[in-house]
């Protein structure tokens, strides 16, 4: 007698999204491990420039940074799950949501780069804001893209376009915004914290 996993009820477990995706996920990743490895090594080289630097920053406006991509990343998880459940008209409420969290890192982003340019804080001024600017700004473009991404996901979900069958884009979507979020939760603490 043979089984399934149909028969038995047992579902299969699938790799979420597209192997296309994930490939795309770790070059980015590895692009940002490098640009986080020549940042942790050129701040072992020059300590004392980078923690004077770093008290130029605001960790508090780097925290709020970090809650709104992490709540971002929670609602997108949270309409994924409404997606398993054949209930996309519900997820698209969730990704709107996230969109709105995310909108507030871009306020945020956008406002300390503003303050940063007014003090003369540019990518010339040392080494330390060399790298930030490059650091953040890479990842500032993605955020964006993810937001493009969780907008036009939302606006399938709200039109019925994605249930059970046919989820393997709109995971891919999310798992996009989730390397958004973590590569924040590893610049966090880096760019603004340890000295």
């Given at each position: ?8 009820g ?16 770790l ?7 490098i ?5 942790a ?5 020059k ?24 709540t ?23 990704l ?11 306020m ?7 303050h ?7 990518m010339?001024h ?9 650091l ?16 036009w ?22 798992l ?10 590893m610049l966090?603490?880096?760019?603004y914290v340890?000295?």
């Amino acid at each position: 007698m043979s089984t399934s996993a149909e028969s038995t009820g047992v579902s299969r477990r699938h790799l979420p999204g597209d192997l296309a995706m994930w490939f795309f996920i770790l070059a980015e990743l590895s692009v940002f491990a490098i640009l986080i490895l020549v940042f942790a090594v050129t701040q072992a080289l020059k300590p004392q420039m980078f923690s004077e630097s770093r008290l130029l920053l605001n960790t508090s406006t780097g925290l709020a940074m970090t809650l709104s991509l992490l709540t971002a990343g929670l609602f997108a998880a949270l309409a994924q799950e409404q997606v398993r459940r054949s209930r996309s008209r519900h997820g698209a409420v969730f990704l709107l949501m996230a969109l709105l969290a995310s909108s507030v890192y871009v306020m945020l982003k956008l406002t300390e780069y503003r303050h940063l340019l007014a003090s003369g804080l540019g990518m010339e001024h040392n080494t330390f804001f060399t790298l930030y600017w490059i650091l953040t700004g890479f990842h500032f473009l993605h955020v964006l893209l993810g937001m493009v991404i969780l907008g036009w996901l939302a606006e399938r979900c709200r039109r019925g376009l994605h249930d059970v069958s046919k989820r393997s884009g709109f995971e891919s979507g999310v798992l996009y915004w989730h390397m958004v979020d973590l590569i924040w939760v590893m610049l966090f603490p880096l760019v603004y914290v340890l000295s």
